[in-house]
């Protein structure tokens, strides 16, 4: 005898239409920038099932009607922090930290004499966090190397608040510092009952703030360097060159751009000078 299922493939719990799809794109695109090809509807309709169900509603109809409607400036903030891909980790793509310590901070070092070097750092899409505390445990390394004073910060920024907010706490599972290297580990870290907290002195030189690349920036910089990783390759051939030509504006001369392992400066190369994987240097002032 065969059987009937009556369950709903997860596919078919809540009606979502082209139209509907095109609805959450363009106000995806319109606030934070991502494009959301027609290949991304699946994941689209992934990540939004538990915002519908949170808001008790049946259709993505209704989820496009409370968008357009009175509470929805409110509801975008959660559409983006739902779509946007977070991922990250300790100390990815090293070789940009190694570069950051050996050639950027030590140049710094070697160049100031006699003077408390200032050393500014962006990152610019710090997700949730393990980006910018990678880069206080590399300039700590640096100081300490060094044996003298400086006035070191790091601004920490992110569009999606969920991802800020776990940042802000430095707490980790243990499991994430497999690539931290030994040394950072021991001096980086405490442990806690459910894995591991970012130590104070790391934590207190970061700036955490939400800043949407594409909407106005507070700060005037300029930045020794930028970390600008993984985030251009969700913008559109506009949105970046827009974005590379602000970036530029906001380095000092000489200043260090770091882009993501598939990402690159191609269309913006009279700006900068390519000097390693992804590393670029601004030409120019
Ligand atoms: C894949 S993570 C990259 C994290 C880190 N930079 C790295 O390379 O490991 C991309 C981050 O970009 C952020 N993002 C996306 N659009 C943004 C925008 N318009 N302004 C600021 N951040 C944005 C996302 O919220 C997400 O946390």
Known sequence: MSMRTTALSPADEFPFTQADFKTIADLVYEHSGIVL???????????LTRRLRALRLRTFREYCTLLHGRSGEEEISSLINAITTNLTKFF???HHFEHLHKTVLAHIWRTTIGAKPRVRVWSAACSTGEEPYSIAMTAMASRREAGREWDFRVLATDLDTSVLNKAMTGAYPAAALEDVPAGM??????????GVRVAPDIQALITFKQLNLLGPWPMRGPFDA???????IYFDAE???????????????????YVG????????QHRFRLCGHTIYQKTGS
């Not at 090809?37 to 990540?47: A, L, N």
């Not at 827009?242 to 000489?254: A, G, I, N």
């Open 226 to 232: 930028i970390f600008c990783r993984n985030v251009m």
């Open 37 to 47: 090809g027609d290949h991304k509807r699946d994941m689209v309709y992934s990540r």
């Open 239 to 257: 949105t970046k060159a827009k974005l590379v030509e602000r970036l530029h504006s906001l380095l000092k001369p000489d200043g260090w751009l």
């Open 92 to 94: 990815r793509e090293s």
């Open 185 to 194: 580990r021991e001096s980086g870290f405490a442990p806690t009952p459910s």
């Open 261 to 268: 392992h598939s990402e690159s400066l191609l269309e913006q």
